[in-house]
């Protein structure tokens, strides 16, 4: 089991920068993959952003070159800094683990708001 929570959404202008952080309740060095994912309104949730076991990482086309995800295993953090933001890409924005040495289960976080304003 690991619990999951996301921090650093908030209100940003259209072309401003923020950097969401998921917390993880216990070390990801042995979680399989951790992503971002993204729903807006009316819209199925997305992969924004994922990063595996071995540090291979893989993005979303709109937001290639622009995203950011990175892992601190000391602090048990998953990160998603993000660029150059779109009011398009206004969402709740998810943390997401997938699968252990042991499992494959999937764990999510609750959430966090990121509302692009032009």
């Known amino acids: 089991q690991v619990q999951l929570v996301e921090s650093g959404g908030g209100l940003v202008q259209a072309g401003g920068s923020l950097r969401l952080s998921c917390a993880a309740s216990?070390?990801?060095?042995?979680?399989?993959?951790m992503g971002w994912y993204r729903q807006a309104p009316g819209k199925q949730r997305e992969l924004v952003a994922g990063?595996?076991?071995?540090?291979?990482?893989n993005y979303a086309d709109s937001v290639k070159g622009r995203f950011t995800i990175s892992r601190d295993f000391a602090k048990n953090t998953v990160s998603l800094q993000m660029n150059s933001l779109k009011p398009e890409e206004t969402a709740v924005y998810y943390c997401?683990?997938?699968?252990?040495?042991?499992?494959?289960?999937?764990?999510w976080g609750q959430g966090t708001q990121v509302t692009v304003s032009s």
């Open positions: 997401n683990a997938h699968g252990t040495l042991f499992n494959e289960n999937d764990y």
């Open positions: 216990r070390s990801i060095v042995s979680i399989n993959t």
């Open positions: 990063i595996t076991r071995d540090g291979s990482t």
